[in-house]
């Protein structure tokens, strides 16, 4: 563990190899006279156990527990303490110090290293104003951030720096000090373990304590002052000796210590014309003396902050991600355009950019832009640990792209002239040099059209993959006469109407010779009005490093564009009178909890979220819609579920890219012969250049926008409607971030455990343990011999939590269909109980029966294969390892439709298994179940 430094940041000097004389002083300081010493309660004076280390000349790695470094202390105690006859560096102490002996103190180079236990009487308070006085004339230190610890025989010591905090939240000192330190204090024999727990005996930790506190104080909207008083009732309740911080800013000063040390960049612009201003005056342009605020972040300090300081190149050495030989296509570096730009050296970084407006409250005008970037190079399930912030936006108007991004460029072009990011290896002590490219951009289409400077997605020409035209749609009848009527706001429609002769791909070098005749005759050339903000980045295709991902583009587009079809606009496609029995089923649903969401009535899709039309489109729709959509609709829109699920695959051949764009496209062709013209939208066009974005930039799930979603929301909720929302963000952002690199930090929280065995945690042991003979000969047949005691009802395999069937306390979630492969049989089950023979875990699963009749589409011959029919009795039981489960499921009940509906039969099949993708923020592994 990592001990929480709440006194302000620190750097780790360096011990010599071979251990030094570590001599013991103590030495009392008392606060400086001021002012306002008359003003506040008398102080107790400060003493400080002070352990000198000599010979620090080479770099050590950090340690734990209470042992800091403090920098320019050595002159401060010179000019205090020094003799005025001694000349030499290593001075004496000339002043007495109560309970010590006089002693020799080695500075080196202006530096000191200490090891500091503040004794001080927690009681005591002082205000912050008293502490500030205290801190500007003591010790001012330069501070670095706390990071990782690698453990070493050298010895070393670590000195606390303190700043605007002086009340101390630690009294321990470290046992990997000398043995002869001084026993007065405390916690001198208190073990580094200790130092993290809230008191002593606890089972939290101080991290967790914090992590807890900050959260709530994000999530629910509460004030500086709330988060105040809810410290103070939490000390209330802990022993007088804890470890927990005592003032919230000590909590603030701690979570700054763990983000970047890199300070923002504010950028003053027109608010009439939003043109940058570096002058003081009125705008030159407008003559607007109204001015706002952006603020910019530098990409360089914080990848040299995640290599030095989060061990980022460990996590790199861990994850070489080189490009699959085999054809399959199982992330982002696998895809073609990301190919042609990574630079194959040890340390580049190729990253993924991404903006998006993100309202504050739905009483407020004003919109938060955040720029951020995604590393491809790490493991999906760590992209998020490691996201970084470009800038934030915060303004009434959205950010034009030529002057929000402009700062941005400029900073990726000084890291590319300069050769990269130079920084330091914190293991090695190796300087390295890591090239950053950002060859593409995840926005939604009108952050798209800013960006490629093309024309908007709802111009004729405003695809920013393809050069197709819309064409005009007629009025319907009904439209005709309503605007002969005198009907306002009728107007023709236009669509993407799909074309059996595509249209020609945009090229780089054809969207830049068209940017320059734009400029020259000042009107747009297929659609694009002037070269791209982008443009000057190195190794960005201006056409391809935009795409269409699939959470805007499918789940908030197309999927939400034909659910309101189905329920608001009548036709043989209307679903509107299942709507009550559909509400019905979703309310009945119970997935996993692999599926953040639970599920809510279809009736209102108009307040769903992404992640909600996601789950709709893969799983539940095919159960919902079976036998109430007519069976030429229910097809067709099986081929746009199975697309896109085998494009979310974790591993896509070449025959899934066939399949799916041969589905993909039969879906868009048959859009005007099943429902209208003007249902030819953007993103049902968009459908068509899904494949190409998997083969350029890997699986839908790796480039999507859902890894970015939770940190807008995180954002958004640090503006409490301030009257300068900008300045109140950028107070708030760095602890936002200093959350989310503490929620990374904290282990998971300890699980009360009734055994482990093998790695696997048994939870609810069950009170009735009588087995059936069924189950028993399921036993025999897998291990031979029988030795069973205690059923268990949980267990829990790393951070998967099985469930079974009799655990009952679990009502709106199922966590027991899994998918099985033993070395006697495979196939999908329900687990009944787990049991422990022979010191192994089993899970003993009725195997389900598979009704074998498949879900196709005639013309082409497709199954929906992530979609098992099955019947409810158990075709037999069995016994397997917790190993032998590959993955959890989904699985429903089938909704029968209410009597006197004879031409809407139920489906012939009663149950469903469904099996789950790579879901955007979710990495594929852990299919789940939704049971009726």
């Known amino acids: 563990m990592e001990s929480p430094p709440f006194l302000p940041n620190l750097d780790i000097s360096s011990g010599s190899s071979s251990p030094s004389p570590i001599l013991n002083q103590e030495l009392t300081i008392s606060p400086p006279s001021s002012p306002l010493e008359q003003l506040t309660p008398p102080r107790q004076r400060r003493t400080w156990n002070v352990y000198v280390q000599q010979n620090i000349d080479t770099e050590l790695p950090k340690a734990t527990s209470c042992r800091w470094k403090l920098r320019n202390l050595a002159p401060l105690l010179a000019d205090e303490y020094r003799d005025p006859d001694q000349a030499n560096p290593n001075f004496r102490l000339s002043k007495p110090v109560e309970g010590s002996k006089d002693g020799n103190v080695s500075v080196h180079n202006n530096e000191l290293t200490l090891c500091v236990v503040d004794n001080f009487d927690n009681q005591q308070q002082y205000e912050d104003k008293d502490q500030t006085v205290l801190s500007d004339e003591s010790v001012r230190s330069r501070t670095s951030s706390e990071s990782s610890f690698q453990s070493s025989n050298s010895d070393f010591s670590r000195v606390s720096s303190y700043g605007s905090e002086q009340e101390c939240c630690f009294g321990h000192q470290s046992n990997d000090c000398n043995s002869d330190f001084s026993s007065d204090s405390s916690h001198s024999e208190s073990s580094d373990d200790e130092c993290f727990d809230v008191y002593k005996g606890s089972e939290f930790s101080v991290d967790e304590a914090i992590l807890d506190l900050l959260t709530d104080h994000i999530e629910n909207f509460e004030t500086k002052a709330s988060l105040k008083d809810h410290l103070k009732t939490f000390l209330k309740y802990l022993p007088k000796k804890n470890n927990m911080p005592k003032t919230v800013t000590q909590i603030f000063t701690y979570i700054e210590q763990l983000v970047p040390s890199y300070k923002e960049i504010p950028y003053q612009h027109c608010g009439h014309c939003c043109l940058l201003i570096d002058c003081d005056g009125p705008c030159k342009v407008c003559e607007n003396a109204e001015r706002n605020v952006f603020y910019l972040f530098s990409l360089e300090e914080q990848i040299r902050f995640y290599f030095e300081e989060r061990n980022l190149a460990q996590l790199l050495d861990n994850n070489r991600c080189n490009s699959s030989s085999d054809g399959f296509i199982r992330d982002c570096v696998d895809g073609t355009e990301y190919l042609k730009v990574n630079a194959n050296d040890e340390y580049s970084l190729t990253l993924i950019m991404n903006t998006d407006g993100v309202s504050i409250s739905k009483s407020s005008k004003k919109k938060l832009w955040p720029v951020m970037f995604v590393i491809c190079e790490l493991p999906p399930h760590l ?3 490691f996201m970084i912030l470009g800038g934030v936006w915060c303004d009434n108007k959205d950010p034009p792209m030529t002057v929000f991004m402009k700062p941005v460029d400029d900073g990726l072009l000084k890291i590319h002239d300069q050769g990269g990011v130079v ?3 914190p293991r090695t002590e190796v300087q390295h040099r890591s090239k950053v490219c950002v060859p593409a951009v995840c926005a939604d289409a009108p952050a798209r059209a800013k960006i490629q400077n093309i024309k908007s997605h709802t111009a004729i020409q405003g695809c920013n993959t393809c050069e197709q035209s819309m064409v005009r749609i007629a009025l319907t009848a009904q439209e005709r006469r309503a605007k002969a009527a005198g009907q306002k706001n009728i107007r023709q429609k236009r669509g993407y109407v799909f074309q059996e002769d595509t249209a020609p791909l945009r ?19 297929n659609g694009v009005k002037g070269p791209s903000i982008l443009a000057c980045i190195p190794n960005l295709n201006t056409a391809r490093c935009v795409y269409s991902e699939y959470m805007h583009g499918t789940c908030l587009g197309c ?5 309101t079809i189905m329920l608001s606009v009548p036709g043989p496609w209307s679903i509107s009178q299942f709507k009550f029995d559909i509400d019905d089923f979703m309310k009945s649903v119970a ?56 494009l979310l695959k974790e591993e896509i051949k070449e025959e899934d890219l066939n399949n799916a764009a041969a589905m993909l496209e039969q879906f868009v062709k048959d859009v005007s012969r099943l429902y209208r013209l003007r249902d030819y939208t953007y993103n049902v066009h968009q459908l068509l250049h899904l494949t190409k974005y998997v083969k350029w930039w890997g699986p839908l799930w790796s480039t999507s926008a859902f890894q970015f979603e939770n940190y807008n929301g995180t954002l958004a909720k640090l503006i409490h409607f301030s009257k300068n929302p900008g300045k109140e963000l950028m107070r708030n952002v760095r602890l936002a971030l200093g959350v989310e690199i503490l929620r990374n930090k904290v282990l998971d929280r300890k699980i009360p455990e009734a055994e482990s065995t093998n790695n696997v945690a048994l939870l609810n042991q069950s009170e009735v343990s009588i087995i059936s003979e069924v189950d028993l000969e399921a036993i025999r047949t897998f291990c031979g011999h029988v030795s069973v005691s205690e059923l268990y009802l949980r267990v829990r395999r790393g951070k998967i939590t099985f469930t079974s069937k009799l655990y ?27 049991i422990v023979n022979n010191n192994n875990v089993l899970a003993v699963i009725g195997k389900l029966r598979i009704n074998h009749a498949a879900i196709s589409y005639d013309q082409l011959g497709f199954e929906v294969k992530h979609i098992i029919p099955t019947e409810e009795a158990y075709s037999c039981t069995v016994a397997a390892k917790l190993n032998d489960i590959v993955m959890k499921k989904h699985r429903t009940h089938s909704v029968t439709p209410p009597l006197g509906i004879a031409q809407h039969s139920p489906p012939p099949f009663p149950f469903s298994v469904l099996e789950l993708g790579s879901l955007g923020a979710l990495q594929v592994g852990h299919p789940v179940k939704l049971p009726c």
């Not at 969207?511 to 050339?525: D, F, G, K, L």
């Not at 999927?559 to 659910?563: D, E, G, I, L, T």
């Not at 809510?600 to 108009?606: A, G, S």
Request: glycine share 4%.
């Open 383 to 385: 992209r998020k640990r």
């Open 808 to 834: 009952t306390r679990q009502k709106k979630r199922s966590n027991y269909t899994v998918q099985f492969k033993s070395r006697v049989c495979h196939g999908y089950g329900d687990i009944k109980y787990f």
């Open 591 to 646: 997935p996993s909890s692999d599926i953040f969401r639970l599920p809510r009535p279809l009736t209102d899709f108009k307040h769903w979220q992404a992640s909600e039309f996601r789950a709709w489109l893969l799983y539940y729709s095919v159960v919902c819609l079976k036998g109430k959509l007519p069976n030429e609709y229910f097809k067709h829109w099986c081929l746009l579920v199975n697309a896109r699920f085998l």
């Open 507 to 525: 090229t780089d070098a054809g969207m830049r010779r068209q940017a320059r005749e734009a400029i020259n005759s000042n009107t747009p050339v």
């Open 423 to 425: 920084w330091t290896h």
């Open 559 to 563: 999927v939400k564009h034909f659910v």
